[in-house]
């Protein structure tokens, strides 16, 4: 799906259909990183790695402070959904949004930077670990942020769909794809915005809300075991 939207015509219909573009980002920004994170792709990805010493010093060089800390940072709690949240505001901001369908190395820039956010965001969401395990983020707080994550796109969703006004007139300035009235286009937009992307949140808190029945049934079951030291 990610390709679908990046390397089809499907690209240059989203630069001429405000809707499609919303889907466009949907698709990267949610639903390709959360069914790639889903998959839990790590173990295959790290048999991938060249073996011998140029896998060694990858290892190395992933290890390495200089790379783990701003990794951290930008996994953290805080900073994680502010930065989900905050990538779909500021490229949908009328302005910034203006340029960036004019401009391609901006263009790309707003594509690319949607997708490895969606990646770094689903993948810190969808770890099955727990906190004790080697997971960045708690189950609580994961599921907390889900929360946290969706009022905003909520909010913004219905802003853009229920506004009165024309915001992102650059798709009547270069020409619609199809004939489509302006405000309507917005609207579906704004909708796209809103429910799909806010249901995903709900779906990840319900993932999410599993993994922590099953570690929590697996402890308490190895607790009750015969073999567990009394």
Same mark, same amino acid.
């Given at each position: ?43 295959? %990805?790290?048999?991938? &790695?060249?073996?011998? #010493?140029?896998? +060694?010093?990858?290892?190395? $060089?992933?290890?390495?402070? =200089? ?52 990646? %770094?965001?689903?993948? &810190?969401?969808?770890? #099955?670990?727990? +906190?004790?395990?080697?997971? $960045?983020?708690?189950?609580? =707080? ?89």
């Amino acid at each position: 799906v990610v390709y679908f939207v990046m390397q089809t015509r499907y690209d240059y219909l989203s630069q001429h259909m405000f809707f499609l573009h919303r889907l466009q980002h949907l698709v990267l920004h949610h639903l390709g990183p959360f069914l790639i994170a889903l998959a839990r792709p790590q173990e295959v %990805l790290m048999r991938g &790695l060249a073996p011998g #010493p140029v896998g +060694r010093r990858l290892t190395l $060089l992933w290890r390495h402070p =200089a790379i783990q800390f701003p990794y951290r940072f930008i996994q953290s709690p805080v900073i994680a959904p502010l930065l989900f949240v905050g990538l779909i505001f500021f490229w949908l901001l009328p302005e910034v949004h203006f340029d960036a369908m004019l401009n391609s190395t901006l263009y790309a820039a707003m594509n690319w930077s949607m997708l490895v956010d969606g990646l %770094l965001f689903w993948f &810190l969401m969808l770890d #099955p670990r727990s +906190r004790s395990d080697g997971a $960045l983020v708690g189950y609580g =707080a994961r599921m907390a942020i889900h929360w946290v994550a969706m009022l905003p796109q909520i909010a913004l969703g219905a802003y853009v769909a229920l506004s009165g006004t024309q915001l992102y007139e650059i798709y009547s300035a270069c020409g619609r794809a199809w004939d489509m009235n302006p405000g309507t286009d917005q609207t579906i937009g704004g909708l796209i915005t809103w429910i799909p992307a806010a249901m995903m949140h709900v779906v990840g808190f319900l993932i999410v809300l599993g993994f922590w029945i099953r570690a929590d049934r697996a402890e308490f079951n190895d607790s009750h075991s015969p073999l567990h030291p009394s």
